[in-house]
Antibody, heavy 123, light 110 residues
Framework: QITLKESGPTLVKPTQTLTLTCTFS??????????VGWIRQPPGKALEWLAL???????RYSPSLKSRLTIIKDTSKNQVVLTMTNVDPMDTATYYC???????????????WGQGTLVAVSS | QSVLTQPPSASGPPGQRVTISCSGS????????VNWYQQLPGTAPKLLIY???QRPSGVPDRISGSKSGTSASLAISGLQSEDEADYYC???????????FGGGTKLTVL
């Protein structure tokens, strides 16, 4: 069974750095074709993709947030960490991590997703 | 504003068929596969359709997906109350070099 779980602070002050950890089980991030991504959802709003790290340590970031995001993996701990600098109240959202499949025939998709963690940015 | 365009809402009575559209461009839907996610109230998104029209194990065959050019559609037939949820389309965008999502469609079973 594949599971992912997000962890991190529930409240962060503006201008601080947010660090979120995705701890997963049931798969290895050293397996070809596998990645882990972060997606967020502000209250009552749509999903927004943030970042993605692949099994070979290749990384992709949302162009609009690239300067503020860093994603790293610790394969031995089965963890992926996302850091977001200089947070703002607009960054208040539920943050999800999800396993990413890449397949040369079928394309790529996120499945499964973690339960999400709600982060509020407020002074 | 989302890169992929979906209608904000859709509805239908139990037993009816409803379709949800997703419009993109040549850099995303036009050149990559489309996935659909279902988000039940208060829960995390769940993969509903991958690779345009493929159903993961456990998704009933009354749910189907299709793609043509730069648009895609999700169809749900035999509507049930349990289908009330938000539905999101997604694809890779070659210009942005990242994943993009639609704005979501809230499905109401009347």
């Amino acid at each position: 069974q594949i599971t992912l779980k997000e962890s991190g602070p529930t409240l962060v002050k503006p201008t601080q750095t947010l660090t979120l950890t995705c701890t997963f089980s049931g798969f290895s991030l050293s397996t070809s074709g596998v990645g882990v991504g972060w997606i967020r959802q502000p209250p009552g709003k749509a999903l927004e993709w943030l970042a993605l790290i692949y099994w070979d340590d290749d990384k992709r970031y949302s162009p609009s947030l690239k300067s503020r995001l860093t994603i790293i993996k610790d394969t031995s701990k089965n963890q992926v960490v996302l850091t977001m600098t200089n947070v703002d109240p607009m960054d208040t959202a539920t943050y999800y991590c999800a396993r990413y499949h890449t397949n040369s025939w079928y394309g790529d998709w996120f499945d499964p997703w973690g339960q999400g963690t709600l982060v509020a940015v407020s002074s | 504003q989302s890169v992929l365009t979906q209608p904000p809402s859709a509805s239908g009575p139990p037993g009816q068929r409803v379709t949800i559209s997703c419009s993109g461009s040549s850099s995303n839907i036009g050149s990559n596969t489309v996935n659909w996610y279902q988000q039940l109230p208060g829960t995390a998104p769940k993969l509903l359709i991958y690779s345009n029209d493929q159903r993961p194990s456990g998704v009933p065959d009354r749910i189907s997906g299709s793609k043509s050019g730069t648009s895609a559609s999700l169809a749900i037939s035999g509507l049930q109350s349990e289908d009330e949820a938000d539905y999101y389309c997604a694809a890779w965008d070659d210009s942005l070099n990242g994943a993009v999502f639609g704005g979501g469609t809230k499905l109401t079973v009347l």
